[in-house]
């Protein structure tokens, strides 16, 4: 590399990678005594986000700016130049205030919960609203375990975007819809009609694509799982090209530790009772280990959350919760007769409250059911307590989705205390079939 | 007093180019820096942490970026820059401290590139948008490796004199 060549010039060097340590060393330390070296590589690196910042934005308004001529000197007329600015400032007002500009991707048709949505150039939308059209680039994030946001994409499929979960659509074409599932749960719906475009959905730890397919996801930062019920999907490590065919009634695992090829497996029947002894395999989804103690068992103490309520302050909740599924790998199914027992204690004397979140087997999120239990009937505080509840006495939190909870599957199953902290622990959970 | 949701995404939103740049200069992938601008928004808004100040909160997001970005490189096999992290302290500190570039920044830039012939755009498509190295624009546009890294340089030297200029310009003629 020449010394003498520009700044702009080394420091392109210097981020490919295509100095000598010598020539490293003299940057860096330039970088380290200069300011306006400094300032050279900011701006440089602003002008490559804002770059394509400006590519998405133009191929979202369909616009191909190769196409757009160089401009010629025009003169300088003052009434037009301050109306430009107006239209400018109105424009750039606009542009923050909705989501993005550009072909709408997908449609909001239903909102249950708080959620929320980013446009692609940062407008926040909050509460997200039933009816809101989507764009490359916008993000929706459900803030709640009870919320859930139904779209409907441009070929008519339906995609579900379940509780504590965030998705961004990217550019689509008329070939693929693509979205991205940073993290949490979502189920795919096909169109009516046969041959609508594949849906293309990425998360931290796969790439999936399907077409005429019904399937369900859950994702997380290092481990996606993908349930096709009906149709056939097809799934890939990001670090691998080949992808594995998932048929309907299969499911597929990919770990981003493990970059193999995912294997496909038959979905585990479902089971209708189910101990949990809170051992080190529980998936435990709220709640931190308390040491064994004077009752010898494992122990869940409640933590803190905020419950986030739309078009209201949130409420702090103290709660643990675990999930069944994946705790044993296989769906708990409730039956009409089913009970729950809850075995724990509270230091201080305080309703508790319990409950269940369910989805319909293989399916969407039906809602939640709790059943408050006073004090009087956990008996005095410190004390052990047994709860013994058929699922009956849990009232739905959603009777539009499902009024009853016989024949759901289980998602997770908590306790908690309302606003104050009773020193709530867990010590075993049972669901059972008498 | 702590930020209030509507503060944190206010705040975060104008050091957005910012926070971008930040994250693009440890995984030079503009996709890849919006993604992490992204990701620390949630987290900041999601997560259980408080912010006291917008400084705090400014801090915070410049470090989370970069460590996102670090976790980004793992994940993908990429190499790391490898630049010393006294001198990233230092580009973070003086984005910390700079003033938020704003809208008429950015409209302004993108008046600029309209300009830019359609030849000098597809290097700068090819490079920042497509994420291509230098020596991969290089071979795809059958140009010595040099003359890449100086058409670059004179780009943004141009982009520069003629975003400036804008903005002056617009300065003048503001009521």
């Not at chain 1, 991205?180 to 046969?194: D, E």
């Not at chain 1, 709860?387 to 289980?410: I, M, Q, T, Y």
């Not at chain 2, 950015?106 to 920042?128: D, K, S, W």
């Amino acid at each position: 590399m020449k010394t003498d060549a520009p700044l702009p010039e080394r420091l392109l060097r210097l981020l490919d990678g295509r100095v000598t340590a010598e020539e490293r060393h003299q940057l860096e330390q330039e970088l380290r005594t200069d300011p306006q070296a400094r300032a050279a590589l900011r701006t440089l690196a602003e002008e490559a986000v804002l770059f394509s910042d400006a590519e998405r934005t133009a191929a979202a308004r369909g616009e191909d700016p190769t196409i757009v001529p160089f401009p010629r000197p025009t003169p300088r007329i003052w009434p037009w130049a301050a109306a430009a600015l107006v239209i400018l400032a109105i424009g750039v007002a606009a542009l923050w205030s909705r989501p993005s500009g550009g072909r709408e991707l997908a449609r909001v048709i239903r909102v249950t919960g708080t959620s929320g949505v980013f446009g692609a150039r940062g407008a926040a939308e909050q509460p997200l609203p039933a009816g809101v059209r989507l764009r490359a680039g916008d993000m929706i994030e459900t803030r709640s375990c009870d919320a859930w946001v139904e779209l409907e994409l441009r070929d008519g499929s339906h995609l579900t975007v379940a509780g504590h979960s965030a998705l961004r659509l990217l550019e689509s074409s008329p070939a693929a819809a693509r979205v991205n599932l940073l993290r949490g749960n979502l189920w795919h719906s096909p169109a009516a009609q046969a041959g609508s475009a594949p849906l293309v959905v990425q998360t931290p730890t796969s790439v999936v694509e399907a077409g005429q397919a019904q399937f369900d996801l859950q994702a997380t930062a290092v481990e996606t799982i993908l349930r096709v019920n009906q149709g056939r999907a097809q799934v890939r490590h990001p670090l691998q090209s080949d992808p594995v065919e998932v048929a309907g009634g299969f499911q597929a695992s990919i770990e981003l530790s493990a970059p193999a090829p995912p294997v496909a497996t038959p979905q585990p029947a479902p089971v209708s009772t189910w101990q949990c002894d809170l051992d080190e395999g529980t998936a435990v989804i709220l709640g931190r280990r308390l040491p064994s103690g004077t009752f010898g068992t494992n122990r869940l103490g409640a933590v803190p959350l905020l419950w986030p309520l739309p078009n209201r302050p949130p409420v702090l909740l103290h709660a643990v919760s675990v999930s069944p599924f994946q705790t044993v790998g296989r769906p708990l199914e409730l039956r009409a007769e089913t009970r729950v027992r809850f075995h724990g204690r509270t230091l201080r004397d305080k309703t508790v409250r319990f409950g269940f979140s369910t989805q319909r087997m293989r399916g969407v999120f039906a809602g939640k059911f709790e059943v408050d239990v006073p004090p009087a009937r956990l008996g005095p505080a410190g004390d052990p307590w047994t709860v013994d509840l058929p699922v009956s006495a849990f009232r739905p939190l959603h009777p539009e989705l499902s009024s009853s909870p016989a024949g759901l599957e289980v998602t997770d199953i908590y306790a908690l205390t309302v606003i104050d902290d009773a020193g709530l622990e867990i010590h075993r959970i049972e669901v059972v079939v008498p | 007093m702590k930020l209030s949701e509507q503060d944190i995404l206010h705040c975060l939103m104008q050091a957005r180019t910012r926070l971008s740049a930040a994250a693009w200069l440890v995984v030079r992938d503009a996709h890849a820096a919006e993604d992490i601008f992204q990701n620390v928004t949630l987290k900041a808004m999601t997560g259980r942490g408080e912010f006291e100040s917008e400084a705090a909160l400014l801090s915070w997001a410049f470090i989370t970026a970069r460590r996102e970005g670090m976790d980004w490189l793992r994940r993908h096999r990429r190499e790391s820059l490898g630049m010393d992290e006294s001198v990233l302290d230092l580009l973070d500190r003086d984005w910390q401290a700079a003033a938020p570039a704003g809208g008429a920044r950015l409209e302004a830039l993108i008046e600029c590139l309209r300009a830019v012939p359609a030849e000098a755009r597809q290097l700068l498509r090819l490079r920042y948008h497509d994420g291509h190295s230098c020596e991969e624009v290089a071979a795809r546009i059958g140009v010595g490796l040099d003359a890449v890294y100086q058409r670059l340089s004179r780009l943004h030297r141009s982009l520069r004199q003629c975003v400036e200029g804008r903005l002056a310009k617009a300065g003048e003629e503001a009521p």
